[in-house]
């Protein structure tokens, strides 16, 4: 039943947005307007966009941020399949143990888990100490510091972002099509290929989806985990703040990188939408 | 179910995945009750010698509360307006709702650094740097879209015609919101503001920019020395951090364990 | 219960060319008419009639998109709900979970801010009067649906309002308990004087408990009247089906006399039966009667009352077993099936299916309704 004008709530959403606009809206607007008009007319201004778009750093930064965030989709698609696949299959304690170990990661500060990896990986971390101890290696593996370090801190980090979206869609699915499908004679194997991963394929594109928006824009794990070579374009953007006070390549870049965030974020949007649509 | 795949081999695997997820954290658990100043795993001895550092160090105990002091204000500021936000989604009429939601959850697709840089390119010039309310408020925008969708889902439990009825039997609009909503929907309520004091507590990104020199959180600490060299007594700031995750997820499970046992037979 | 009882002659409504529209869609039509301070007001209608948005706008929680609504001749347009001051009871209940039946119905006491003692004295009184003393401490989900429904009466009562708005409130209950609680509803209604205007889909329950009733269809007032009126004498065909078990005999109208009308069947039966309204000479029309009102005998045997009126003979294509009634379809024309309801009282009347049969009604038994 709709709202008569005695109980209309409209009006209480008005602090929300206005907090949203001065504390969010209005200063990344600011930002971008007043760096890229600082820069002189429009005809300077779209030259050095071009020349910081087009500049080796930032594509190299470009480049390895792609690589980082594909592989780490690719991994972390890989470890959470079984785990969401568990999750939507079990209940009772077991259910919630694993999801206790999903969940507490998944609330703990970026900065403490990126730390607790540094000091796992150190050369004197635990790693390499149980490592030599198995007799596996005979020296100490680098990892901090190098792109394998980056890669275990982010896959860490966006794994419960994954098998969360997993599970939801791995729920959704009808445990009687599986019996369906073997009931017609299919073994577990062939039943899993032609029927539950396909049914699971929309979890599987949104959470990657979700997983390679996040790491496109990190910058803690890999400034505090990477090696100079190992540099994103989030770390960019944040050495020109604070070490180069070059502004305006800042917001060059942010803008490149908004842009690529939001037309990946559109498709996200654009397919749970027509999903919900659809009822599934 | 479960037998697509070999039951054991889903079973290592998953044993597999949850010691590593947990093994960072218990590990820095286990690290932040060691004894020696280097980082040597498994501890010769325990003791609360960094616990005591942490607190008793001036810097760490003034991080500690900037820290907490933005995370009350963001906490405050982002429940108050969430809550009232959820509420006009759920009850009003008002049109291009869908857009308004999108809107809302900007500051969680837009990337951290990217917010962090405009607040702090417009924050400077205001003399805003390191202004501890000022920090609040750019947290609680991060934690509105947090405190909006668990709102929305426990405003969405409260039955319409409870506020209708209370509204037949004369009470005031703001008596509705005080006597049912607020009430109803208080296990909500709880697990948001708890949610965003977390939110805010473990923010880094923006802390960075904006802290300053006199403003510093206890992430944008560790931050900082880390830069420097990875002291024992992180492990146990991370520690503390650690906890504080783990008593807000056990009010949460408890809050929601107080609202099933409340409603467990709702209005029809 | 002198202290539950609302003011002498208050409580009276009007509605004037109440209308109300969700986009292109008209969902009430311009109804008007008039309830008695007192009076037990039944809104009867099929979903989607418009009778739960009327009652939401009298309640003020629709707005009204034309029309008026006077309420002891005052225009409340403009008063929000929580000053109009009505009784109200949804279907849900819509009991506060988190609150005792207690301070469920000390609720709009409290709201008044009334001193405790009063509060307490007139919460007991509600209470007693739907029987839930025992249960003031209860929560909601410790009672049952009618408990929870008796809950919401008291508390919609208990600060004496003239004026009582019912959305459907037995929707939810059993049969049994839905007979039981009509009866309590109706009491408490006549004891305590208050006008009640009663939503609803039932026409069972709508012509148990009502003073009036008014029939809507399509966002209008088909008809307003007494029970009995509009069960013998409904203004269409639509009514007629509504209310009960109709016969409806298509036919011509072959003459109108004042009040008396005839009608030629399509087999070329003339039946003679009360003229409803605007009938007009060779227009299309339906015969009314009901069932019970009937006679039924085998063909060839003495009809009970030879001097009825209407006689038809037909073949008996099915009789039903409906526990105190036994209901007979007889075919009297091609395509034309009289429904006859006879009370189940000797074996003997249970009939052979295919025996021809002759049925038989008064003329002042039928109305003949324009098409």
């Known amino acids: 039943m709709r ?18 606009a001065l504390v969010f809206v209005v200063p990344l607007i600011w930002f971008f307007v007043r760096t890229l008009a600082g820069i002189g007319t429009f005809p300077e201004i779209l030259s050095h966009v071009w020349s910081v778009v087009t500049s080796k750093a930032v594509i190299t930064a470009m480049r390895t941020t792609n690589w980082i965030s594909l592989i780490v989709t690719l991994l972390v698609l890989l470890i959470s399949y079984p785990v969401a696949y568990y999750l939507a299959n079990n209940r009772g304690w077991r259910f919630t143990l694993v999801l206790f170990c999903i969940i507490v990661p998944y609330f703990t500060s970026i900065i403490v888990r990126t730390y607790s990896w540094m000091v796992l990986l150190g050369r004197n971390g635990l790693v390499n100490q149980v490592l030599m101890q198995l007799g596996l290696i005979h020296q100490p593996l680098t990892m901090l510091y190098t792109e394998v370090g980056v890669l275990i801190g982010m896959v860490y980090v966006l794994l419960p972002y994954m098998v969360l979206t997993l599970f939801a869609a791995m729920k959704a699915i009808d445990p009687s099509l599986m019996r369906a499908a073997q009931g017609l004679g299919a073994g577990p194997l062939y039943a899993f290929a032609r029927v539950y991963f396909p049914l699971s394929i929309h979890g599987v594109v949104s959470g990657s989806l979700i997983v390679f928006i996040l790491s496109i824009g990190f910058f803690i794990t890999p400034a505090l985990m990477g090696g100079p070579s190992d540099v994103m374009i989030a770390m960019l953007i944040e050495r020109s703040v604070e070490i180069t006070f070059d502004f305006s390549s800042a917001a060059i870049m942010s803008l490149l990188l908004l842009f690529v965030t939001l037309v990946l974020y559109s498709i996200y949007y654009r397919l749970t939408d027509v999903r919900r649509m659809m009822g599934a | 179910m479960g037998a697509y795949v070999p039951r054991r081999v889903l079973s290592i695997c998953i044993v597999a995945v949850c010691a590593v997820l947990m093994m960072p954290i218990v590990i820095v658990l286990i690290l932040a009750f060691g004894d020696q100043s280097y980082m040597r795993f498994p501890p010769s001895a325990y003791s609360l010698r960094w616990f005591a550092l942490f607190f008793g160090d001036p810097r760490w105990q003034h991080a500690l509360w900037v820290s907490l002091l933005i995370a009350t204000v963001a906490c405050v500021i982002a429940t108050v307006f969430g809550f009232f936000a959820a509420y006009a989604f759920v009850r009003s009429d008002m049109r291009g709702k869908k857009l308004m939601l999108s809107f809302m959850l900007l500051p969680i697709i837009i990337p951290n650094v990217i917010t962090a840089i405009a607040m702090y390119f417009m924050a400077a010039p205001l003399k805003l740097v390191g202004n501890v309310f000022w920090i609040g408020l750019c947290h609680a925008t991060i934690a509105l879209p947090i405190v909006l969708l668990i709102l929305l889902s426990s405003l969405q439990g409260v039955d319409v015609n409870l506020e209708r009825a209370a509204l037949s039997l004369g009470s005031s609009r703001i008596g509705v919101f005080t006597r049912v909503i607020v009430p109803l929907a208080f296990p909500g309520i709880l697990s948001a503001a708890m949610f965003a004091f977390l939110a805010s507590f473990d923010e880094l990104v923006i802390s960075l920019f904006l802290a300053g020199v006199r403003s510093e959180t206890l992430p944008v600490r560790i931050w900082n020395s880390l830069h420097l060299q990875i002291e024992p007594v992180i492990a146990a700031v991370s520690a503390f951090l650690i906890a504080l995750t783990g008593l807000v997820l056990l009010l949460d499970a408890l809050a929601r364990f107080v609202r099933v046992t409340r409603l467990s037979r709702r209005t029809a | 219960m002198t202290t539950l009882e609302p003011g002498k002659d208050r409580g009276g409504i009007e509605l004037r060319q109440l209308t109300k529209r969700y986009g292109k ?20 209608g099929p979903s989607g009639s418009g009778k739960t948005t009327t009652l939401m706008m009298i309640a003020g929680f629709a707005d009204i998109d034309g029309g008026q609504i006077l309420v002891d001749g005052a225009d409340i347009a403009d008063m929000p709900p929580q000053r109009r001051g009505f009784g109200m009871v949804f279907q849900n209940y819509a009991i506060f979970p988190h609150l005792s039946v207690t301070d469920n119905v000390a609720f709009p006491l409290r709201a008044r801010r009334l001193p405790s003692d009063e509060i307490g004295r007139r919460v007991r009184e509600a209470l007693e009067l739907v029987r839930l003393e025992r249960f003031a401490d209860r929560y909601s989900r410790q009672l049952s649906g009618g408990q929870q429904q008796r809950v919401a009466i008291a508390r919609a009562i208990v600060f004496q309002p ?5 959305d459907e409130p037995l929707g939810a209950l059993d049969k049994n308990l839905r007979f039981q609680m009509q009866v309590e509803i109706k009491e408490i209604q006549r004891r305590l004087g208050m006008t009640v205007i009663y939503v609803t889909h039932d026409q069972e329950e709508a012509m148990n408990m009502s003073d009036r009733i008014a029939i809507m269809n399509h966002g209008r007032i088909e008809q307003v009247g007494r029970p009995a009126e509009i069960y013998e004498n409904p203004t ?18 072959e003459s109108v006399d004042s009040d008396v009308a005839t009608l030629q069947t399509n087999g070329g039966l003339v039946l003679r039966a009360r003229a409803g309204a605007d009938l007009r000479v060779g227009s299309a029309a339906h015969l009314f009667v009901r069932p019970e009102r009937i006679d039924i005998a085998p063909a060839g045997e003495m009809m009970t009352n030879p001097d009825s009126g209407n006689f038809a003979t037909g073949r008996l294509i099915q009789t039903s077993f409906l526990g105190n009634i036994l209901r007979h379809a007889v075919e009297i024309e091609p395509a034309v099936v009289v429904t006859v309801d006879v009370k189940n009282s000797r074996a003997d009347l249970f ?12 003329a002042a038994d039928g109305v003949i309704l324009q098409r």
């Open chain 3, 236 to 253: 269409s065909n639509f009514i007629a089906r509504f209310l009960g078990e109709a016969n409806l005999v298509p036919g011509i109208v």
């Open chain 3, 25 to 44: 869609e008209t969902v009430v039509d311009g109804i008007s008419t008039t309830i008695a301070a007192g009076e037990f007001f039944s809104m009867l």
């Open chain 3, 351 to 362: 009939r052979a299916v295919n025996q021809a049969a002759t049925v038989s009604w008064l």
């Open chain 3, 162 to 166: 003239s004026i009582v708005l019912m």
């Open chain 1, 3 to 20: 709202p008569s004008r005695f109980n209309d709530g409209t009006t209480l959403i008005v602090p929300a947005v206005l907090l949203l």
